[in-house]
Each structure stands twice: as C-alpha cells, then as structure tokens.
C-alpha cells in the first residue's frame, strides 16, 4: 500500500527556534499534500493544503508566515515552525494524496510530536 | 460549522461482538466517505470508503452504509477484536479538496 513518511517522529526545541518537519511519499507521487495538527483528545485540525509547484492553502486562522509550507517535489512537502513556542506543541500529521484517486483517498504518515520548552 | 458529525465519544463492546460506529454530516455536496483508524501518536489508517452513489461497501470484517436521505452513515466492525480498539474518524470529500474529519469515537473491544 501507500506510505507516506515523516521525519522527526518527535522533536523538542526551545522557544524562539524553527522546526522543519519533513513529509515524504515513499511508492507513490503526491500531488497534493496536507497538514493536519491534532491537540490531545481532538480531531485532526487541516491547517493547510499545498500543490506541488504552487503556494500552499492555508486554512482560516493558520498564520502562513509562522507554519511555512514547500512543496517542492511530488514526494516532499516540508512544514516549518517558525519562531516556535509553547503553545505551537502539538502532534502533525501530514497525508498525501495520490495523484490519481478516484475516492479522494489520502494517505497519512505517522505524525510528528512537537514539544516546545 | 462542524459539517462532520461523531455524537458518540466512545464506545465499548464485547470480543466478537458487533461493533458499530455512527457518522452525520450535513453537506449534501460530499462525493465519498471515508472511515479512518487511529492509535494514540501514530497517523491515521484508511478502513474503507464508499462513495456517495452507493449505499453499501463491505471489506472483510468492515462494512460501511450510506443513507443518504438521513445523511447518515454507519461503520460496522463484525467480529469485533481487541486489535480494533483504536479512534475511528469518520471523513468526507467533496471533489479535489481536502477531507472533513469527524471527531472520532473511541472504541474499546473487551476480551
């Protein structure tokens, strides 16, 4: 099946740094991928939608300057955090959506645990 | 406006039990639903899916129904086991754009 990967699995920063979190679409070439951010108990929040080649979407409320999005190739997305703090610890997931589908299917890599101190 | 609905929070069921997990949406404009599995930190799984025209999918122990009319739809577990205690989210997709997730119910599958 489709894996989707991401990278850092988790990663602890101080407040003030960036975080780059990285998406990856291992068997299959994405042409859309999405971010998704989940707080404990939650839904999964879309924060944005990026084409490849193109600028992202980004969701009503999610600063486009502060969750930068590239989406650079068709296996890769990127998501930095930038000048990260406390409040920006979260769990994100990113999906990745074949580029042909026929059921709108999306396929998610395993998630990405921020913790800033 | 939460167009995606998952009223029950959690839900617990004896092994072998039928387990079945319910969804509302109000967007009539939806082309597919889809149910998704979740483990605590990891990302979601795709289950099944079935698409707006249908009212029935079923793959192994899964089966997913769609009543249109009630904008309801419905995941059934049968025989449900301990491995499928998990956070199961509904979705829904309207053509080219992103998914609308539910808020997903807890399912807990007793020995």
């Known amino acids: 099946g489709a894996v989707v990967s991401q990278h850092p699995s988790w990663v602890i920063c101080k407040s003030g740094t960036s975080v780059k979190i990285e998406c990856r679409s291992l068997?299959?070439?994405?042409?859309?991928m999405f971010w998704y951010r989940q707080f404990p108990k939650q839904s999964l929040m879309l924060m944005a939608t990026s084409n490849e080649g193109s600028k992202a979407t980004y969701e009503q409320g999610v600063e486009k300057d502060k969750f930068l999005i590239n989406h650079a190739s068709l296996t890769l997305s990127t998501l930095t955090v930038t000048s990260a703090h406390p409040e920006d610890s979260s769990f994100y997931i990113c999906?990745?959506?074949?580029?042909?589908?026929?059921?709108?299917?999306?396929?998610f890599g395993p998630g990405t645990r921020l913790t800033v101190t | 406006d939460q167009q995606v609905k998952q009223n029950s929070p959690s839900l617990s069921v004896q092994e072998g039990r039928i387990s079945i997990l319910n969804c509302d949406y109000t967007n009539s404009m939806f082309d597919y639903f889809l149910w998704y599995k979740k483990y605590p930190a990891e990302g979601p799984t795709f289950l099944i899916s079935?698409?707006?025209?249908?009212d029935k999918n079923e793959d192994g122990r899964f089966t997913v129904f769609l009543n249109k009319s009630a904008k309801h739809l419905s995941l059934h577990i049968v025989p449900s086991q301990p491995g499928d205690s998990a956070v199961y989210f509904c979705a829904a997709y309207r053509s080219a754009r992103q998914l609308t997730f539910g808020s997903g119910t807890q399912l807990t599958v007793l020995p």
């Open positions: 999906s990745a959506r074949p580029g042909q589908t026929f059921n709108g299917e999306q396929y």
């Open positions: 068997d299959f070439q994405a042409t859309t």
């Open positions: 079935i698409s707006s025209i249908k």
